[in-house]
């Protein structure tokens, strides 16, 4: 079982930036993708990066440029830097954790609002 805990949301006018954090529990931390999706009121969950063990990223068209995530293995916490938010990054955002083997696991969310 892994356990995950994200942290760093809040309220923020547009323009502004964030950093969400992701600490995980257990010891496979360092072979595992994790990742960041987000859910907006009424919309499907959809994702928004991910982080390879071998430190690959890959983002949606409309995190590209302005998000950035990355991961310390050390102290086994994923993170994701948001800059030049927009009213539509407002959603929930979640971590997720992933192994070789497909066993996943998923953050409770933490609320990340932009205000016009």
């Known amino acids: 079982q892994v356990q995950l805990v994200e942290s760093g949301g809040g309220l923020v006018q547009a323009g502004g930036s964030l950093r969400l954090s992701c600490a995980a529990s257990?010891?496979?931390?360092?072979?595992?993708?994790m990742g960041w999706y987000r859910q907006a009121p009424g919309k499907q969950r959809e994702l928004v990066a991910v982080?390879?063990?071998?430190?690959?990223?890959n983002y949606a068209d409309s995190a590209k440029g302005r998000f950035t995530i990355s991961r310390d293995n050390t102290k086994k916490t994923v993170y994701l830097q948001m800059n030049s938010l927009k009213p539509e990054d407002t959603a929930v955002y979640y971590c997720?954790?992933?192994?070789?083997?497909?066993?996943?696991?998923w953050g409770q969310g933490t609320q990340v609002t932009v205000s016009s």
């Open positions: 997720r954790w992933t192994s070789p083997l497909m066993e996943s696991y």
């Open positions: 257990g010891s496979r931390f360092s072979i595992a993708v």
């Open positions: 982080i390879t063990p071998g430190y690959t990223t």
